[in-house]
């Protein structure tokens, strides 16, 4: 079967039957990963070509065909979802704290396996970390040159270096504008962010929802790593809008001091300049906690495969047949129904749905 895959790696049916066997052979990791290439895929083969078995393309035009077999690919997704869902709902507390329970080290020697701008992350994550107790700092708007790289842990130094290493009337007149406590020391704090908390670099999360969350909401590809470097540049690229819009209102302020346009402009001006450092800080958690979401996602799929008395309940007929309805398996805690409904996303439009009816193909 993987002979033929490669060989009609364009073929949707092919994809979506080696993908159904796959889960059948209990791989979910592999039949997942089947089906979000197959869905990544433009223009595929005729679906009429490669049938297997007769009928399972519905549809008599190209176009009908392709969008039901898409349709079976997201489902069979979906039902790998519903499928850690109840296995972690029945699953020992012990195991499930293994699972939320995610260190830098066995983070970063996962991904040095198969994703090394990932690893990358990681390690300079962990680096910077260890180096200052924090994971965050406060980027210059200047995304390339000299200042590409520097880091800054609080407000005051980001805005002396505007001062001295982009000399511009803005900086001098814009301290006129601020609060003196807008420009003292805000440093970044590392307390518990939603969901999660991190000490002595491991990231302890406190359910799988927020990993439920980003596996219906990932692009029909999966999910891409994108470097350091980018990030910093798309936020660099946000931050210069601000600037302009700064600057606009700095010329345009009224010369009178006492006037209520004044009044009003100062403290337009005080919340953008709070917007910018808001926007400035770089968590390098933004990057690492999806890689950490996306590994308990595959310790969990791990999981159930080895589970086997989850597995008696999907049977060959199950994979092969319609979706099963949420609503009639038995031992979901109800911490996760809510998660039930939502698996009724559908893979590549980005949004999910609250409606249990979803669930049924």
């Not at 296995?87 to 066995?106: R, T, Y």
């Amino acid at each position: 079967m993987d002979t033929a895959a490669r060989t009609f790696d364009r073929s949707l049916v092919v994809a979506l039957f080696r993908a159904k066997l796959l889960a059948c052979l209990h791989d979910y990791d592999a039949a997942e990963a089947e089906c979000r290439r197959a869905l990544a895929v433009d223009n595929p083969d005729d679906p009429a070509a490669h049938e297997i078995p007769l009928g399972s393309a519905i549809g008599e035009e190209y176009d009908d065909m392709v969008s039901s077999l898409r349709k079976q690919l997201c489902d069979l997704q979906k039902k790998l979802v519903l499928l850690a869902v109840h296995d972690w709902a029945s699953m020992e507390s012990e195991k499930q704290s293994q699972i939320l329970s995610v260190s830098i080290d066995e983070l970063r020697e996962h991904y040095s396996k198969i994703d090394q701008i990932a690893a990358n992350t990681v390690s300079e994550a962990r680096r910077f970390s260890k180096a200052h107790g924090s994971w965050c700092f406060w980027i210059c708007p200047q995304s390339s040159g000299q200042c590409a790289g520097k880091k800054f842990l609080d407000t005051a130094s980001l805005l002396e270096h505007l001062r001295n290493k982009h000399p511009d009337d803005l900086w001098v007149n814009l301290k006129s504008f601020l609060d003196t406590k807008l420009c003292g020391k805000f440093k970044t704090e590392n307390a518990s962010q939603d969901g999660y908390s991190c000490h002595d670099e491991v990231l302890q999360f406190q359910s799988i929802d927020g990993m439920i969350e980003l596996v219906l909401n990932l692009p029909p590809g999966g999910m891409k790593s994108e470097t350091l470097s980018e990030m910093r540049r798309r936020k660099c690229s946000e931050l210069a809008e601000i600037l302009d819009r700064i600057k606009k209102k700095l010329r345009a302020c009224p010369k009178d001091l006492s006037s209520s346009e004044f009044d009003q402009v100062r403290f337009e001006m005080q919340d953008l300049w709070l917007k910018f450092t808001e926007l400035s800080v770089f968590d390098y958690r933004e990057a690492v906690v999806p890689l950490a979401r996306m590994y308990q996602w595959k310790e969990l799929k791990k999981r159930i495969s080895e589970d086997g008395s989850i597995i008696a309940a999907w049977s060959i007929d199950d994979i092969f047949g319609d979706v099963p309805d949420a609503s009639e398996e038995k031992n979901v805690s109800a911490e996760h129904a809510s998660l039930d409904e939502k698996v009724g996303h559908q893979t590549g439009e980005n949004k999910v749905t609250n409606k249990s009816d979803n669930l049924k193909a």
